[in-house]
C-alpha cells in the first residue's frame, strides 16, 4: 500500500505565513511560487511541517495536490475576507416588510424562493402583526404531505397552502386560537427525489439552522409540526438529531415512526411529542406501535399519543383547528 510522502520542502516552497497587522491577501500570478501572507485580524499560525498526503503514488502527484489545495485555500481566503466581518445574522437576515393595508392573516403569508445563498429551499413565511419590534417571537415550522411536493418554484411554493396551517393562514382563519397569535410560521416546500419522497434529516436541520439566523427568533421556542409526509419528515429528523435538536417539542400528524423508534429507542422522549392519527387510517400502527413503545419508557418520556376514532388519514384538521387540543399552548409550555 502506498506509504504516506512528506510535502514539507514543497509545502515551504509554495506558501509562508506570517503575522501582520492589517488584513491582506498577497499573492503572484504564478501559484508555484506564490508567498501567501494572510492575517484577518487574529493571528494565523500554521505549522508547516505537518502537511502530509497520505497515499500519494508519488511526488509529483504530492505537488499538483498542494498547488490544488493551495488555490482553494486562496479562494476561501478572499471569501472570508469579504464576508467574515458580517455576522451571519445579518449576512441571512429577511427583512419583513407587510402592507400596512393588510388587516388579515392571507395577506401576511408571502413566498420565498431559494436564492441559491441564504434560501436554499423555497418556502411560505407568515409574521405575526407587530413583528419586527424588537421581540423575539416563536418560531412553528410546518411540514407538508406529499401531493405539495414541488420544484421550487412560486407556484409550486403556493400549493403549499392546501393543508394545515398554511391553509388556515390563507383563508383568514389564523390565528386558530389565541395562543397561536404569536407565532412566526415557516412552511418549507420539500422537492422529492429518488428514495427520499419525505422530508429528510438533513434538510430539516439545515431549515432550522437558516430560520433561526434569518429571523427575530426566541431559540428556546423553536417548534416542528407536520403532517403525512411532513409527519414522517419529523420522525426522520428526530431519527438522527433526538439528542441534539434545538427544537422545543413538536406535533406529529399522520406519520410513520419505526424509523425513528428503531434507530433511537427511548431517546426519541429527548423531544416532547404529541402523536395524532386517525383510527381508521390504514398505516395507523405505524405510528401506533412505536409510540406506544416510547410512552412505556422509563423515567417516563413528554409524549402523547390522539387516536380520532372515526378519522381516516385526514387527522390534521380538526387538530390545527385547536378546538378539541389547543396544541399552540402545548407546544409554548416546552422551552429549549
Known sequence: MPHAVDVTPFTQELFF????????????????????????????????????????????????????????????LVTSTNVARAPAQARCHVTVSIPQSCRSSSCRQVPRVADGECITQGYLEYTPPGYGDGTPRPLLITLHGRGENGNGNAASISRIVNHGVPEL????????????REFVVLSPLHTASPGQTCHSAAEIAAFIDYAARAYDIDRSRMYLTGLSCGGI?????????????????????????????????????????????????????????????????????????????????????RTYRGREHDVYAWLLQHHR
Open 169 to 180: 393562514i390563507h383563508r383568514n382563519q389564523w390565528p386558530a386560537v389565541a395562543s397561536a
Open 17 to 76: 505565513f506570517a503575522d501582520v497587522d492589517d488584513e491582506e491577501i498577497v499573492a503572484t500570478d504564478d501559484i508555484d511560487r506564490a508567498k501567501l501572507v494572510v492575517a484577518v485580524r487574529s493571528e494565523v499560525r500554521v505549522r508547516q511541517n505537518a502537511i502530509r498526503f497520505v497515499h500519494a503514488r508519488s511526488l509529483a502527484q504530492c505537488k499538483h495536490m498542494v498547488r490544488f489545495g493551495i488555490a482553494i485555500l486562496f479562494g476561501a
Open 233 to 317: 419528515g419529523i420522525w426522520n429528523y428526530l431519527s438522527e438529531h433526538a439528542t441534539d435538536s434545538p427544537i422545543a417539542a413538536a406535533v406529529v400528524i399522520s406519520g410513520d415512526a419505526r424509523g425513528a423508534w428503531a434507530a433511537q429507542g427511548c431517546a426519541l422522549g429527548r423531544v416532547p411529542t404529541w402523536t395524532f392519527h386517525g383510527a381508521r387510517d390504514a398505516s395507523i400502527e405505524h405510528e401506533r406501535v412505536p409510540v406506544t413503545a416510547l410512552l412505556a419508557c422509563m423515567p417516563t418520556p413528554d409524549a402523547s399519543l390522539t387516536i380520532y376514532p372515526t378519522a381516516g388519514h385526514d387527522a390534521w384538521t
